[in-house]
């Protein structure tokens, strides 16, 4: 029998007999999957996440079955993590794999209770393993995260304390020195071993694409699809005003550099120096990439030094101005970034430190939606209605006027980021009920059709005329957090 066979045997068969006979033989049937799930018994490690992740009752039984095969006592988080993944492939959806990472902080805090002060705890510095595994070993964007920013950005994590230094820059650098990465089925082995070898056979430009995503991160991969659509190209000026978390850019990296832009996927991909069709991006273009999944596209009303100036605000709160060509050209790549995040972007999940003090944004996953365009639209509807309800709440109960400091800035924080989501909820609605699809089929010139790019990376689309840029300043991307002026003027 194959294993899809016996999943779906599982899922059925034992599933639906043993949930009709009582809790008794639920957790019968739970120990003898999460059993043979552990030993591999006709399953696939690609198998194991799928029946660990999904949101029942049965299932998180069987999670904490086979959770009960792994004894982290004594283990350090890092050393515990890398051994648990050395089992299966953490592989499904954002949700599913989120739910196994539960699972995994439940039973490192069993079999470690005073190691870390509390399951969410161990949850949320798990979580912030992976993020870091992402910065430090994938071809993200910007700089490196560093261990005096890997530490700010946990301040007040641990139920409204601390962790301690010294566990974060342990943890730090073990992810530094070694990358986390889990176990893989011998087929796909030898699969990734023949895509290695094409790519080499291809030249450099297949190289350039493969440093776009990595799968070492179950969040915040950068997605690309090198058949993906491309629904908007032309040259803009760019100007970074903040960084990461809208921290505000030093002046001396704030100046304005022309690209050759390409809207393609979820991907706006920034290109220099001298636009020809058939070359490959570089490390420079790749870095300056900007993925567009949960952004939102705006006039910039408050920056009157140039005209024909749009407002990008990124899903990590960096914040981009670009300048186009014309009122007309501004208008369209507002348009097309908006339709492309509302039909694209897949739903946040649910924030997993429920007794955490400090707010905290919760993370948005980069890789594209499973939703159909109807479920897409009533998610977005529900999130709409969630926000405005919680913005509603929120500012029922302003701070006490005698406090100062830090519960200030975080009621500010939190205003300004609920008032943010609710705008952007309620355009990406307004798109989706107004017929998106339509919106992003049109092409340059107002063409019907998408227009579609080549397999190369190197984005081959009609360039209007070939231009020479200056090589830009390397940028710098700062992870520290900074209280937002709700108010703040761009300059």
């Known amino acids: 029998m194959g294993s899809n066979e ?54 998180k039984l069987v999670a904490e079955e086979y959770l009960k095969f792994f004894d982290f006592t004594g283990m350090t988080l890092d050393y515990s993590l890398r051994s648990f993944f050395k089992a299966f492939s953490l592989i499904g959806e954002t949700q599913e794999r989120e739910r196994v990472l539960i ?3 439940s039973r490192y805090y069993q079999c470690n209770p005073n190691a870390i002060s509390s399951q969410d705890g161990v949850h949320c510095l798990t979580c912030a393993m992976m993020l870091l595994n992402t910065d430090l070993h994938g071809h993200n964007i910007g700089k490196k995260m560093t261990c005096q920013e890997f530490i700010a950005n946990l301040q007040g ?50 190289k350039a694409v493969s440093r776009i995503g990595n799968s070492n991160n179950p969040f915040l991969d950068i997605p690309h699809d090198p058949n993906a659509a491309v629904y908007k190209t032309g040259f803009l000026a760019r100007k970074i005003h903040a960084d990461m978390d809208g921290k505000k850019t030093p002046r001396g990296k704030r100046g304005w ?6 809207l393609k996927g979820t991907v706006l991909y920034l290109q220099k120096d001298e636009y020809k069709p058939e070359k490959a991006l570089s490390e420079e273009d790749l870095k300056n990439a900007v993925s567009v999944h949960h952004a939102l596209a705006s006039k910039a009303t408050d920056y009157e030094k140039k005209p024909n100036v749009l407002k990008l605000k990124t899903a990590d709160w960096r914040v981009l101005l670009f300048q186009a060509q014309s009122q007309e050209e501004m208008q369209t790549w507002i348009n097309k970034i908006n339709c492309v995040a509302a039909v694209f972007s897949a739903p946040p999940f649910p924030a997993a430190i429920g007794s955490q003090k ?46 100062k400091g830090k519960e200030v800035d975080d009621y500010k924080l939190k205003d300004h980021y609920l008032e943010f989501e609710k705008n952007r909820y309620e355009i990406y609605v307004g798109l989706l009920k107004e017929g998106v699809k339509e919106l992003l089929s049109r092409g340059e010139n107002d063409a019907p059709g998408l227009k579609k790019s080549h397999s190369s990376p190197s984005l081959n689309q009609e360039s209007p005329v070939s231009a020479k840029v200056k090589r830009n300043v390397s940028e710098r991307k700062d992870h520290r957090p900074e209280t937002p002026s709700i108010k703040q003027k761009i300059t």
Do not use: C
Request: without cysteine.
């Open 6 to 59: 016996l999943q779906e045997k599982d899922a059925t068969g034992v599933l639906g007999h043993d949930l009709s006979n009582g809790s008794s033989s639920n957790l019968e049937a739970a120990r003898r999957l999460a059993k043979r799930l552990y030993h591999l018994d006709r399953f696939k490690r690609s198998d194991v996440a799928k029946h660990l992740g999904k949101n029942n009752e049965f299932s």
């Open 103 to 105: 699972h995994f902080s």
């Open 157 to 206: 994590m641990d139920d409204g304390r601390d962790f301690p230094k010294g566990l974060l820059k342990a943890l730090y650098n073990s992810i530094k020195n070694e990358k986390l990465e889990w176990a893989v089925d011998e087929e796909e082995k030898k699969k990734s071993h023949s895509d290695s070898t094409e790519e080499k056979d291809n030249g450099s430009q297949m």
């Open 257 to 262: 550099k022309t690209f050759y832009a390409v």
């Open 358 to 403: 400090k707010f905290s944004r919760p993370l948005l996953p980069a890789t594209t939606t499973k939703l159909s365009q109807d479920e897409q639209l009533k998610s977005h509807e529900a999130k709409l209605k969630q926000i405005s309800t919680e913005l509603a709440e929120h500012r029922s109960y302003p701070p006490d006027k005698k406090l």
